[in-house]
């Protein structure tokens, strides 16, 4: 069936992304349609209206090599777009045909898309320059320098010196800074920039979570011992597994690692794909999944105490990201909610979510990989882990 033609005008949604997607539907034909642009006018097109312009001269024949080379079949060159009334760039319009009719994304994005042809060498040269600098600056203010230290003798001091009630405390102070500058990022943005928010964000996120993770590592078999099943058969096992598949749902949190770091510009992202079919808040159900592994494991009071600490915390997250999803996003929000839930697979028991039947090729991506291969190598690490907790002493 040869696809319609664009309509004249569509709006563009979504910022500083170098792929945008359109999909329209009518009756039984869908087609689906690529914006390329660069960053900068991507930017700028977002949320304005772009015209297609048919009579506009083709992209040149690297371009479309290069587009044919991302799969889903050969694009269909059908024009330019300019954004009106801002001064970009003008955008090449491609069309390409979908894979899966349920691959669709209606209102959300595709999660955890990754294209190397799209990558950047600047960028992920730049991302690793940020993170060897705010991770030397950590290690010198922070862990060298005393700060931390002095942070988790005022924490002690104010929980007297009982060390559960330390850790309540810890996760208490960091789920504040936390949720506390995600709910003042619309305002403080407006004020610093998106990136340089994003910046003071991270300073100030990554010493308490270092803080409480290591405070963690080194109080793990304090409290009251509950129970022991470390000798009973198929724990070990059990406790593995489901440690190793919390990580594959805590990771959605940071689809976009170029823009956690700052190298992109920082963007609220409407996720509607791989997990996010599973559960809307996969983060909670990793972390829930994370707790029960390292309760059964160790059995004691102070890592119950934690592990239903940070499950309230998660759970109260569930209710803020969605406050402020439907802030930024609104209707399209709304209907994503539709179809999608917070406890997992519940969506798609009642059938308010189908999933695809190569539904496993939203997982076969190359962040996935390289979680499973991150997530390997944490627990072959934890005795350095251990080590490194033991000599901060806190």
Not at 33 to 41: G, I, K, L, N
Not at 210 to 228: D, E, I, K, P
Not at 277 to 306: D, E, K, Y
Not at 322 to 346: I, M, N, Q, Y
Request: hydrophobic share 45%; aromatic share 12%.
């Amino acid at each position: 069936m040869t696809p319609r033609p664009l309509p004249d005008a569509f709006p563009v949604r979504g910022e500083n992304l170098r792929l945008l997607r359109f999909f329209a539907r009518d009756k039984n034909l869908t087609m689906s349609a690529s914006v390329f642009a660069s960053r900068r006018a991507a930017a700028a097109a977002a949320a304005v209206e772009t015209r297609a312009l048919p009579a506009a001269r083709r992209p040149s024949a690297r371009r479309r090599r290069r587009e044919r080379c991302r799969g889903r079949g050969s694009p269909r060159w059908l024009g330019r777009a300019r954004v009106e009334g801002s001064g970009a760039s003008d955008f090449h319009l491609l069309e390409t045909p979908s894979p899966s009719r349920n691959l669709e994304v209606e209102r959300g994005e595709d999660s955890a898309s990754f294209r190397l042809s799209d990558q950047r060498a600047r960028s992920w040269q730049a991302f690793a320059a940020i993170l060897s600098a705010s991770s030397a600056l950590v290690y010198v203010c922070w862990m060298e320098g005393g700060l931390g230290a002095r942070y988790v003798e005022a924490v002690e001091a104010l929980a007297g010196n009982d060390e559960t009630a330390a850790m309540l405390c810890l996760v208490f102070l960091f789920g504040l800074a936390h949720s506390g500058l995600a709910a003042f990022r619309p305002a403080g943005e407006r004020v610093v920039g998106k990136r340089a928010y994003r910046v003071g964000f991270a300073l100030a996120s990554l010493p308490l979570a270092l803080t409480t993770v290591m405070y963690f590592v080194n109080h793990r078999y304090s409290g009251v011992a509950l129970f022991n099943l470390r000798e009973v058969p198929g724990v070990h096992s059990f406790v593995w597994a489901l440690s190793f598949l919390s990580f594959l749902f805590l990771y959605p949190s940071t689809f976009n690692i170029l823009e956690v770091a700052a190298v992109d510009t920082p963007e609220m992202h409407l996720w509607e794909t791989g997990v996010i079919r599973i559960t809307r808040h996969p983060q909670m159900v990793g972390q829930v999944m994370w707790c029960v592994a390292h309760v059964a494991w160790t059995g004691n009071s102070f890592v119950l105490a934690t592990s239903l600490a940070l499950c309230l915390y998660h759970v109260f997250g569930c209710w803020h990201g969605d406050r402020r999803l439907e802030a930024k996003f609104g209707e399209s929000f709304a209907r994503v909610k539709e179809r999608t839930s917070v406890l997992p697979f519940a969506a798609v028991l009642d059938r308010r979510q189908v999933l695809p039947r190569d539904y496993w090729r939203e997982w076969a991506r190359g962040p996935y990989l390289v979680v499973v291969l991150l997530t390997l190598g944490a627990y072959w690490a934890h005795p350095l882990m251990q080590v490194a907790a033991h000599q901060l002493k806190w």
